[in-house]
């Protein structure tokens, strides 16, 4: 139940990032107080999700599936350039997600 929480609460990141973007800088209401509304139900489902998963485990999940989701909003979303070394980066950066979660497992 705790990762179904992280997920959403991932999702709730993604969602906050997006208005941060839609709010052309905290000067649109709408998408400035959602952004907030999204961020603060971030935290608080993160925090509900921490107290069966590792932090060490949680967060750099969190980091990595939502640099990934925001990379694909904006280029999908928002006509963001997506170009190979944009690619390389996020793979590597999922990459190291992983590699933080296996090295988390081996004791």
Do not use: D
């Not at 990141?13 to 999204?38: D, H, Q, R």
């Not at 969190?62 to 690619?87: D, H, M, N, Q, W």
């Amino acid at each position: 139940m705790h990762w179904i929480i992280l997920l959403i609460a991932i999702l709730f990141e993604a969602a906050g990032t997006s208005c941060m973007k839609l709010s052309a800088g905290c000067t649109k209401p709408l998408p400035t107080v959602l952004m907030g509304v999204f961020y603060c139900t971030y935290f608080f489902l993160l925090t509900v999700a921490l107290k069966k998963i590792q932090l060490s485990i949680a967060y750099p999940i969190v980091c990595g599936a939502g640099v990934a989701l925001i990379a694909g909003i904006g280029v999908v979303y928002f006509r963001e350039t997506f170009s190979p070394l944009k690619i390389i980066g996020t793979l590597a950066i999922v990459g190291g997600v992983i590699a933080l979660n296996i090295a988390g497992t081996t004791r």
